[in-house]
């Protein structure tokens, strides 16, 4: 299976919103709406941002939020602040019931 | 507060076997609402999905990693194990085990995960 395509990086500065698209096919995002997004900081874990393509865990921020549009599933952080540097990953089940995650995307706030 | 913690050696030898477990605490794993999974990555690399285990056993694995992974579970010790055989230097990676919501399936919580490095 392949991987999901995400940008390699986004960039913008404080207080400004950026948007992360996350590509697959009709076999992965275009056909379920099983799409999460993790957050990772260096050294540390994933952590879930976002569920259900548009869904927020407890514990997520509000600026984060979700959609999707055909193959293409998009993540949207709001009000950027320098904690939200980062690498953001997308993830989605698939027909062959099995997960892929996105390449990833380093996001840099300046 | 679920707690999942990875435990194996740190260094294997390349051809041999890799060998994780994921002790799973604050829960059971026999709960029908989970599947349990193992997750990968590089050093400054992304994530790579490995597989899935559910209580009953039934798995899923990746495609390009099928041949050479097994993973199991133990419901009496609540842990669930990685075998990977065959290894070369690109199965060097961090390795993470995760719980898995059945549906919609995303990941909720994840170990600290720990890295494997195959060498000689």
């Known amino acids: 299976q392949s991987a999901l395509t995400q940008p390699a990086s986004v960039s913008a500065s404080p207080g400004q919103s950026i948007t992360i698209s996350c590509t697959g096919t009709s076999s992965d995002v275009g056909g379920f709406n099983y799409v999460s997004w993790y957050q990772q900081h260096p050294g540390k874990a994933p952590k879930l941002m976002i569920y259900?393509?548009?869904e927020r865990p407890s514990g997520a921020s509000n600026r984060f939020s979700g959609s999707k549009s055909g193959n293409t599933a998009s993540l949207t952080i709001s009000g950027l602040q320098a904690e939200d540097e980062a690498d953001y990953y997308c993830?989605?089940?698939?027909?062959?019931?099995?997960?892929?995650f996105g390449g990833g995307t380093k996001l840099t706030v300046l | 507060q679920v707690q999942l913690q990875e435990s194996g050696p740190g260094l294997v030898k390349p051809s041999q076997t890799l060998s994780l477990t994921c002790t799973v605490s604050?829960?059971?794993?026999?709960?029908?609402?989970?599947?349990w999974t193992w997750i990968r990555q590089p050093a400054g690399k992304g994530l790579e999905w490995i597989g899935r285990?559910?209580?009953?056993?039934?798995?899923n694995y990746n495609p390009s990693l099928k041949s050479r992974v097994t993973i199991s579970i133990d419901t009496s010790k609540n842990q669930f194990s990685l075998k990977l055989t065959s290894v070369t230097a690109a199965d060097t990676a961090v390795y993470y085990c995760a719980r898995l919501v059945v549906v919609p399936h995303y990941f909720d919580y994840w170990g600290q995960g720990t890295l494997v490095t195959v060498s000689s």
């Open positions: 259900d393509v548009n």
């Open positions: 993830s989605s089940y698939t027909s062959s019931s099995t997960l892929v």
């Open positions: 285990i559910y209580t009953s056993g039934r798995t």
């Open positions: 604050g829960g059971s794993i026999s709960s029908g609402s989970y599947y």
